[in-house]
């Protein structure tokens, strides 16, 4: 018997998009614990010049997806579908069994859609005190509004970490959802267990 | 696509709740972070592990102005006091063992936030050292020198007299490491860290005020804890 024909998922743009951006997270996390962690930050040193690759990095964060908004009509067509949740979602979230209960879910489940929303308001929130963490010392911002932005930087870090460890673990126990950003193309089986409803409307 | 049209746009609130969120965090920064510091400083007498100072705004941080952390071996260390005084000295880690030596308990407070509470320190009076080198009279203050090349500070003579301000070599009973300064630096315990002159590799008595590497940054030239850079800290 023939394998299926594997679905379309992702355009090269969208996957444009989530490899620069992943780069870009890498060095920030890097940089960042290189800046932050006491022992690492004695093992690596140059501390000006991890300061300036935090920084650059930081500034060149939001660039793949304003360019993806700006060229990419299906990265734009995904976010729309990520906004909104619908009624399946909140019923995929609640239930134990959501993997095997064949619910009509669209291209994106409940968790995606609420991961997704968590990341970028928190990814704004970390842009936003970094650039407040920018002026230097000679502009006169208030010592409260830089000791404010530096614990709210500090504290939204450590949230996004844990959701991206859970990002890369479940990743990591879903190949072929790897696969669909590695090569734009998701398993048709696969595609038809997680994603029914999205499957049907791509047959 | 017409399933995914429906729903509630409930991304775009988790995104505007965030950033008030982040908001409201920046705003009550100062709070958050004296509340951490609170729980850091009950949690670290009970936590093996060091893990307790990552939370944030608590434990040392590690500054340098310079691309590395400066190391000079305690067997080859010097410390000049010059300018304005009678006899220059050069000293070695071994000089200053055998002068008079002062211990100092005190919370260490950083301008940016963080806070190391009950810091024990050991070294000399700096008030001992311009003594022994004989500062001349009328001399107005002390500029320090780090051996990183770059960083410079100073206090007032009347500043530089007082019995918190020290020469220091121990901390916490051992031998001051690399990242902390050593293997001898500044103690000016009643003001913020950025005072304590790390890698101290001279003190020179002036007959004027030099403004030191933070100050030409607009920190406060003085920097009491809880009354200076717009800060409220306890005092140290």
Redesign the interface.
């Known amino acids: 018997m023939r394998r299926p024909e594997p679905l379309p998922r992702f355009s090269r743009g969208e996957r444009l998009v989530h490899r620069s951006t992943s780069v870009l997270v890498g060095v920030l996390a890097f940089t960042g614990a290189a800046l932050?962690?006491?022992s690492l930050?004695?093992l690596v040193?140059?501390?000006?010049?991890v300061e300036a690759t935090h920084i650059v990095a930081g500034l060149l964060l939001p660039v793949p997806t304003l360019l993806g908004l700006v060229f990419s009509a299906s990265l734009r067509?995904d976010l729309?579908?990520?906004?909104?949740?619908?009624?399946?979602?909140w019923r995929w979230l609640r239930r134990r069994d959501r993997r095997t209960a064949r619910l009509?879910v669209?291209?994106f489940n409940g968790g995606q859609?609420?991961a997704?929303?968590?990341v970028?308001?928190?990814g704004?929130?970390l842009f936003?005190?970094g650039i407040?963490l920018l002026a230097?010392?000679?502009v006169a911002l208030?010592?409260?509004?830089?000791?404010?932005?530096?614990?709210?930087h500090?504290?939204?870090t450590?949230g996004l970490l844990v959701l991206l460890a859970g990002h890369i673990w479940l990743a990591y126990r879903h190949p072929e959802a790897r696969a669909a950003l590695r090569t734009g193309l998701v398993d048709r089986a696969y595609a038809e267990r997680e994603h029914p409803?999205w499957a049907r409307?791509n047959r | 696509?017409s399933?995914?049209?429906?729903?509630?746009?409930?991304?775009?609130?988790?995104?505007?709740?965030?950033?008030g969120?982040?908001g409201a965090?920046?705003?009550?920064?100062?709070w958050?972070?004296r509340w951490?510091g609170d729980v850091a400083g009950a949690l670290s007498p009970h936590d093996p592990t060091g893990l307790s100072?990552?939370i944030?705004?608590t434990?040392?941080?590690?500054?340098?102005?310079?691309?590395?952390?400066p190391y000079e071996a305690p067997a080859k260390y010097h410390l000049t006091v010059t300018g304005n005084v009678d006899h220059e000295l050069t000293l070695t880690t071994a000089d200053l063992q055998a002068m008079p030596r002062t211990k100092l308990t005190r919370d260490f407070q950083c301008?940016?936030?963080w806070r190391v509470p009950n810091v024990h320190w050991e070294g000399v009076r700096l008030a001992a050292l311009l003594d022994r080198a004989g500062a001349q009279a009328g001399q107005q203050a002390v500029t320090f020198t780090s051996y990183d090349g770059t960083y410079t500070e100073s206090l007032t003579m009347a500043q530089a007299r007082r019995d918190d301000v020290l020469v220091v070599d121990t901390l916490d009973g051992r031998p001051i490491g690399?990242?902390h300064g050593g293997p001898v630096r500044l103690l000016v315990a009643p003001m913020y860290g950025y005072k304590s002159c790390k890698w101290l590799s001279s003190i020179e008595v002036t007959d004027r005020l030099v403004p030191g590497y933070?100050e030409g940054?607009?920190?406060d030239q003085n920097a009491w804890v809880g009354r200076s850079?717009?800060?409220t800290d306890a005092p140290t």
Do not use: C, H
């Open positions: 932050y962690i006491p930050a004695l040193g140059r501390r000006p010049a067509a729309q579908a990520l906004n909104r949740m619908t009624g399946t979602d009509p669209g291209k859609k609420l997704t929303a968590t970028a308001g928190a704004l929130v936003g005190t407040l230097p010392a000679r208030p010592v409260s509004v830089r000791q404010g932005a530096t614990i709210t500090d504290l939204f450590f409803a409307q | 696509m399933s995914e049209a429906q729903g509630t746009p409930i991304g775009r609130r988790v995104v505007l709740g965030l950033l969120l982040g965090s920046v705003a009550a920064g100062p958050i972070s951490l100072a990552l944030p705004g434990g040392w941080r590690y500054y340098t102005v310079t691309s590395g952390f301008v940016t936030g690399r990242a933070w940054f607009g920190y850079n717009g800060r």
